[in-house]
């Protein structure tokens, strides 16, 4: 079992910053993706960014240039900075990983990502 446990949400006017942080434990050992999607009232949940099985980092087209992946391999964390963000980045952000044997999906319970004047 693994459990991901996100945090970082909030509330920002557009034009600014948050960076949400994503911590694993448990059976870490068997994954091998790790990365974040999001779901706005109403849509479907969608990728935001992620690394692959094969170590190469993919972006939703939205998020490109604004949005950044990382990280800490020693902290088992992995993190989303955004930036420059817009009314349409509101949503519930949710921290994603992939066992590497079934690719069975874990979650985490998400984050609220609201950004209003």
């Known amino acids: 079992q693994v459990q991901l446990v996100e945090s970082g949400g909030g509330l920002v006017q557009p034009g600014g910053s948050l960076r949400l942080s994503c911590v694993a434990s448990g059976s870490i050992f068997s994954i091998n993706a790790m990365g974040w999607y999001r779901q706005a009232p109403g849509k479907e949940r969608e990728l935001v960014a992620t690394f692959t099985r094969n170590d190469r980092t993919i972006y939703a087209d939205a998020v490109k240039g604004r949005f950044t992946i990382s990280r800490d391999n020693v902290k088992n964390t992995v993190y989303l900075q955004m930036n420059s963000l817009k009314p349409e980045d509101t949503a519930v952000y949710y921290c994603?990983?992939?066992?590497?044997?079934?690719?069975?999906?874990?979650w985490g319970q998400g984050t609220q990502v609201t950004v209003s004047s």
């Open positions: 994603n990983g992939i066992e590497s044997k079934t690719r069975y999906p874990y």
